[in-house]
DNA sequence: AATGAATGAGGGTTCATTCAT
DNA sequence: AATGAATGAACCCTCATTCAT
């Protein structure tokens, strides 16, 4: 991975975050990269290599975030592990996010499937914890996650700390 | 309205809704439509005007949607009635929510600003059922039911009614 | 067929016959055109598509040059109108010769069938007139019209009248 | 001459001997010739340059293979042996011609001078055999050369060993 | 000699928009 | 109101070529 190669990355990423895919042109990237236009095919193949490229360092990213409730075992611990998930991005991982999260709207064809893995894990989690119906309450708090996260990308939340409270009381965690 | 300006925006809004306001030509419009490009730009100006008529026509559809809540006044049916939406939609209420979402998350210039007085509304509502934290209640609950549409418009949800049921107990509302 | 459509057409035509397919860029055959670049796109649907149009028109052409061959039923009068070809060129004939030959060389699917049907023509008129290998002939001449042909148009044969002279008698047609 | 830049001459000449020069960029030569696209234009300046290598190589081949003609003088057997070129060429000597006529008719300034002495050759002999018209004999059999080199090039005949014999009675060689 | 990153001009094509009818 | 021809800027991408290594 060249300097260059990362210089369109970073400039695709951006772009790509604030205006999405379609409304930015291979120009733009390039003259926010500083770098001449035909270099973004001669690494990317084309645009959508380049939006290949992105995606894939994203799932990573995003894959590395749920990473440490993966490995949790303590049901309880899983619960708050994924509670705390939103409460604790940097601003690295909401830029990583953001991205994400718009690109699956505009695209089509954009998924992130380790929600599905870690719907999975909270729902054993809630199994152990006697729930009556485990995997309803598992696909209610990614639900709800989704929605929390979404605000916190959009700056639309008023004070974190309360909310993360709240959540927590809602599940007996604190 | 004539009935070309109709076919002109009903084509727009299932192309955007689909593929997304900046993937979509005028031409591809004018197409779907079965009109000719240049009316398209005698109707609307240009596309972001064809753009802007459709997002009117969906404000007010949307906030039809919320307009029961809006005129109830028992705090209890408020909340029923807020949780109720997402599970009463038919299929058009679906199509009109899934171009707002998307749209959205593509354009940086799209709001919605029902959920705001929803928010209020409900805040109210808590206050009255003496709940500690009311507006934090009231952002949460949206939060979901964001979260929750959003399952809903991409048809990631398993049990509509089991899930319904779960929220409603939830809220101490069944 | 609008002016511009003619425009574009005569252009491409020229240009094609000077330099040749793969060497004249649409950006060219606008300015000589005096047409926007665009329209090419918008009436022949791609470069492709206006050779596709250039090569029909041409072939009419060429066609209608042999018209008068195959309705004649006469054998001595079929090889002498053959042989003639070649001689009575005008200018807008030879230009249509030019680039169907530049064509068939520089593209792999250009073909010219009008030759092979010419080629059963004279084969038939070979044999009422008892030549020995009636079929060989045909493709003999053939060929010699080709080779001959290529000259006219490369401006590379020195005595029309004379080499005219010298084919009748070869064919004792004199 | 290295190894690579052998390699890159192969290429380039099958490459132009199927598509043209024009249909071929040097990136594609690089790939096929194995070699990076930078060789190319050290060793041979630019694409011209390549060109011109392989032009240079293809007129000593095409030259080398009228060179038995040149040093006849016997009137009679200088006829025959032009006419019998056409029909012994092997695959090599074939891939010659078909790339020196494909870039005849594709580019401008590329010339056979050899065709113009082999002319003044026959011209001579058919003056010592006593022909009326020799210079015009002598053009009138480089066309039909060059017609019936076409068709063998494009596999366009059916029949060589008639058609030798045929040309061989025309010019009461047999 | 040889590579591969890098460039800038230009390639064909699509875009939103205008205009005459 | 409606069409469809026409435009010119911008689109993604490829080109021949250069340069540092």
Redesign the pocket.
């Known amino acids: 991975m ?4 990362q210089q369109i990355l970073n400039a695709a990423f951006d772009l790509f975050s604030n205006e999405g895919f ?1 409304a ?7 003259k926010l990269a ?10 990317f ?6 939006l290949d490229s992105i995606h894939k360092q994203l799932k990573l990213n995003v894959d590395f975030l749920f990473l440490e409730i993966l490995n949790e075992e303590e049901p309880k611990d899983i619960i708050k592990k994924t509670l705390d998930i939103p409460f604790k991005l940097d601003d690295n991982e909401i830029r990583n996010l953001k991205l994400l999260f718009k690109l699956q709207w505009e695209l089509n064809n954009i998924s992130v499937q380790v929600f599905e893995i870690i719907k999975n894990k909270l729902s054993k989690a809630f199994e152990k914890l006697r729930y009556k119906h485990a995997e309803l309450e598992a696909e209610f708090l990614i639900q709800h996650l989704n929605g929390l996260t979404s605000a916190i990308i959009r700056n639309q939340i008023l004070n974190k700390e309360s909310t993360k409270a709240l959540l927590l009381r809602k599940y007996h965690l604190q």
């Open positions: 060249t300097t260059k190669q379609h930015i042109s291979t120009n733009k990237i390039a500083n770098v001449s236009e035909g270099l973004i095919f001669r690494h193949i084309n645009k959508e290599g380049l």
